[in-house]
């Protein structure tokens, strides 16, 4: 396959591009999910193709074929040169890439067990047992159980001489339990809402996720929520469990540190960021315990991988440093804005797509807090439990979370179980509210499946490590 | 574009080589082209060249599903081995009726040569139109324009012989001063209705008037919703209330609703994808005809759509709503929405407002809040506008709503007679067909610095 992309590099540099890459993708997925007892999703899915990116004179090409045939991957890559000439409108400064040593490399994700060769009938099996609990009070309508599998070989070449192979599993899972009573619905997940926990781990990562010790507290927590009080609105200091610190910095930090965004050239579906250029080592974007960093090399998570889709090797690079915002996530392309070279965060989803400016790991660092001395040094507030809606506006300030299930704080303990907790704020002034974050013990690298960006939509698997977290003052409860 | 009888002939073989009780196979391919911009450049400049194929065995009641992107005879012999691999682990499904056999199906045109021959570079000469009307006024520009042509055929063992050649072109733009954007959008299977030169024109009048924005407090206002905003709105609504789904775990607002008054008299909204006028689909990917589907009249709850599994668990028949064997798990869902034009103009209804607010469109909308009653929680933009006697008074910085769908469409004082096609999430085969909304009170619970 290196050969067949090689040649269509050499026939694209024949024609004098400035500069072209290559991608092979061969994707692997299997789906399962049983609802209250039936097998209603079992599909192994099959995914190949190459994709080529071309610059020249500046401007960019892109086309993608669902075949490994010479023929197509030359008729591809012509495309993509016919392409890159149409998008030479006068105005637009032609794209210079930072400098990149061209890799001759290979990346193996961590795996211990295939997922792909665990029978089928096993995983089965264990879905339904999940099934099976959740269901043993009538209360519970819905019982939800899914487990995903993917596994990508692809193979990355440049003009510039890059060849680089990357082998890489990915695993996730969790279950959900709805409670309905008349007009109230209410729902408890494990480990996390959406889909569950996802790592680029084998299925070794499904059997420590020991999803049926938790099936119990899930369908009595789910009851629980509909005779529970509903979250009062007021302004609370609240303590954010980890999967929800999560989403907070997925769309509060991750998407607004994506240099593309900043520069404007998401504004067609996403939008912008308030985190621009000239405030870069000025903007106070958090209290001075608050540290961002991506980091695309920790094993298993799910944002980590060997290199980006620019050939360029993971790194860890610092977003948010004691509060202070000193870096963005970077491409090629992006990169001399800064005067740096890429930091590793171009990844398409597929054959069939450019890269993009995609979060890998990026993750909240640890502070000292054991989580009962936090606890206990709550007088009244609100513990906010596990993602349920998630909103946000187009430059990311304004955002509000929903959560299934959230505790009343009382004298430094939990108490009252709470419905419909929704918290509210605007991005700097929240994370300037931020006065504790728990420690190693409590920190924990959080998958999230499902980032959609681009036109077309691309969805990547991204990660966020964070651990509870206490944030001051924050407006709660908004729904009535 | 493979063609009907090539993707046929070749189904029939692996069909034939099918050790299953049933076997279904479904197509959904062709290629497609986007050109992005922004700062008023093309930047991202993309083809797609791709195919999908979905395989479904049926052995008694259990089911196997695999999918594959090559339309090469032995790939799909290895992708139906793999079904049935996993219809041999699968447990009985005693919902599934059984795939349906062949019916009538609508005989709609939805493709025009003149989309599916656009280039790279046509797409690139209306771009330029974009950027000229909007430079002319000094505004710079980002958007999207999107062309492809493409072919769906469902084939199964009982004689379902589904075949339709689709077209689509799509153009969005925002335009943008120093603290203000505009949007406009165009949508058609025919590239011809797509009107560069109209569309910036609007982008840029929007984001004129929407210059300086001025903060304005959070609370209840009347709102004048424009079809972009009121379309974003019910593509929500739809994906909590809609489906067959939602509607069986009665976690949908309509699931105890049937029957019964939940909006105004004024508020109409069905799916008909046959409709022309719209992105039109004659069949669904179980083979089932698509029906017209009432499911909101005159402000009373109507119903929901169904598959075939769905429809056959709740002693209905399918409205020919299922999705791809891969996405059985979701239900059914409405694709082609439409919420029925009323009588009034965009005008009329901006006059008739003393204090409001007029939205041109909302961003990442949520509806989990609260489904039962629709909340819905999202931000404005693109255009967010104070209405004072009657007239825009100025622009005014970005809002955040959260709010009962249910509650606030029965406050309904006007529905526009002019409709606009919005884009929706399932791209070429549906998108939202949207009026302007006068609503008498939004509940409003956010502000943001822009």
Excluded at chain 1, 238 to 266: F, K, N, W, Y
Excluded at chain 2, 34 to 49: C, G, K, M, P
Excluded at chain 2, 292 to 308: A, L, S, T, W
Aim: charged share 25%.
């Amino acid at each position: 396959m290196k050969d067949k992309l090689g040649n269509a590099l050499d026939w694209l540099k024949s024609k004098g591009v400035d500069y072209a890459d290559a991608r092979f993708v061969h994707a692997e997925s299997e789906s399962m999910r049983v609802t209250d007892g039936v097998v209603d999703t079992l599909s192994r899915n099959l995914n190949v193709g190459v994709g080529i990116r071309v610059l020249h004179k500046g401007f960019w090409g892109f086309a993608g074929v669902a075949s490994t045939r010479d023929a197509d991957i030359k008729k591809a890559a012509n495309k993509a040169l016919q392409t890159a000439k149409s998008s030479a409108l006068p105005g637009k400064p032609p794209a210079h890439l930072a400098e990149q040593e061209p890799f001759m490399d290979q990346y193996k994700s961590p795996c211990q067990k295939d997922p792909f060769e665990i029978d089928t009938r096993e995983k089965v099996a264990l879905l339904m047992d999940i099934n099976k609990g959740l269901k043993k009070d009538a209360r519970i309508k819905t019982a939800e159980a899914s487990l995903d599998f993917f596994k990508t070989n692809k193979i990355f070449c440049s003009t510039e001489g890059a060849r680089i192979e990357q082998d890489i599993i990915e695993s996730g899972g969790g279950y959900s339990a709805t409670a309905v009573s008349g007009a109230e619905v209410q729902k408890r997940s494990y480990p996390n809402s959406h889909r569950g926990d996802f790592a680029t781990r084998g299925y070794e990562f499904i059997e420590e996720m020991n999803f049926l010790d938790h099936v119990d507290s899930v369908r009595e927590e789910a009851i629980q929520l509909l005779s529970a009080e509903d979250c009062p609105d007021t302004e609370a200091d609240i303590i954010i469990c980890a999967p929800q610190m999560a989403l907070q910095i997925h769309e509060s930090c991750g998407h607004p540190t994506e240099l593309d965004r900043v520069l404007g050239t998401e504004i067609s579906l996403a939008g912008g960021s308030f985190m621009k250029l000239e405030n870069v080592g000025k903007l106070k974007y958090g209290s001075d315990i608050v540290s961002i960093f991506g980091d695309a090399t920790i094993p298993g998570a799910l944002g980590s991988f060997g290199f980006d889709d620019e050939g360029v090797k993971a790194q860890r690079f610092p977003i948010i440093k004691n509060g202070l915002h000193v870096g963005y996530q970077t491409s090629r392309e992006t990169a001399p804005m800064m005067d740096q070279r890429s930091n590793g965060t171009m990844r398409a989803d597929g054959w069939n797509r450019i890269p993009l400016i995609r979060m890998t790991n990026i993750n909240l660092e640890p502070g000292e807090w054991e989580l009962n001395d936090l606890l206990a040094d709550t007088e009244g507030g609100i513990f906010m439990d596990m993602n349920k809606v998630w909103s946000i506006d187009d430059q990311r300030l304004n955002f509000q979370f929903g959560v299934e299930c959230a505790w009343e704080i009382k004298g430094g303990k939990m108490g009252r179980m709470f419905k419909n907790p929704l918290y509210t704020g605007m991005t700097p002034q929240f994370w300037n509210s931020c006065d504790a974050i728990c420690n190693k013990k409590y920190w924990r690298v959080w998958g999230v499946p499902n980032c959609g960006k681009g036109e077309p939509m691309q969805t990547a698997r991204v990660a966020h490590g964070a651990s509870p977290t206490r944030f001051r003052k924050v407006k709660v409860g908004v729904s009535k | 574009m493979i063609g009907k009888d090539k993707l046929f002939t070749l189904f029939e073989k692996v069909a034939n080589s099918s050790k299953a009780d049933q076997t279904e196979i479904v197509y959904i391919g062709g290629q497609s082209g986007l050109t992005r911009f922004a700062n008023s450049t093309i930047h991202q400049n993309v083809n797609e060249d791709n195919n999908r194929i979905y395989i479904r065995v049926v052995k008694g009641k259990k089911i196997g599903v695999a999918t594959t992107n090559s339309p090469v005879l032995n790939d799909l012999k290895t992708a139906l081995k793999n079904a049935m691999m996993i219809a041999k682990f699968q447990k009985d499904n005693e919902h599934f009726p059984g795939l349906p056999g062949p019916e009538n199906y609508a005989q709609i045109n939805t493709y025009f040569d003149s989309t599916a021959k656009f280039a790279p570079k046509d797409r690139a000469k209306f771009i330029k139109k974009v950027f000229i009307r909007a430079n002319r006024r000094k505004f710079t520009t980002a958007g999207s324009f999107s062309t492809g042509d493409g072919e769906i055929a469902v084939f199964n063992s009982a004689g379902v012989r589904c075949y339709q050649q689709l077209t689509s072109a799509n153009l969005q733009v925002i335009a943008m001063s120093e603290n203000s954007s505009g949007y406009g959008v165009a949508l058609s299977r025919k590239v011809e209705d797509i009107d560069p030169v109209v569309t910036a024109d609007l982008a840029v009048e929007k984001a004129f008037l929407a210059k300086n924005p001025k903060p304005l407090g959070a609370g209840e206002y009347e709102v004048l919703l424009e079809p972009a905003a009121v379309a974003a709105l019910f593509e929500w609504v739809n994906y909590i209330g809609f489906g067959s789904k939602a509607f069986m775990e009665k976690t949908s607002f309509l699931s105890e609703n049937i029957g019964r008054k939940i909006m105004d008299d004024g508020v109409t909204i069905y799916d008909d994808a046959v409709d022309t006028s719209a992105m039109a689909m004659p069949f669904d990917f179980e083979g089932v005809p698509k029906k017209k589907v009432m499911i909101v009249e005159n402000g009373v709850g109507k119903g929901v759509v169904y598959d075939r599994t769905s429809a056959h668990r709740e002693g209905k028949v399918s409205t020919g709503h299922g999705l791809t064997a891969d996405e059985q798990g979701q239900g059914a869902i409405p694709l082609n929405i439409f919420v029925a034009p009323g009588t009034k103009t965009r005008e009329n209804m901006l006059a008739s407002i003393q204090k409001g607010i007029l939205v041109t469109r909302f961003h990442y909308i949520n509806g989990y809040i609260d489904t039962p009653r629709a909340v819905l929680t999202g931000m404005t933009r693109d255009g967010t506008y104070l209405i004072e006697n009657g007239k825009i008074k100025h622009g005014i910085k970005n809002l955040r709503f959260t709010d009962s769908m249910l509650r606030c469409f029965s406050t309904v004082k006007g529905i526009s007679q002019d409709v606009n096609l919005i884009p929706s999430w399932w791209d070429s085969v549906g998108c939202m067909s949207a009026p302007a909304v006068h609503l008498g009170s939004f509940k409003f619970t956010g502000t943001t610095d822009f």
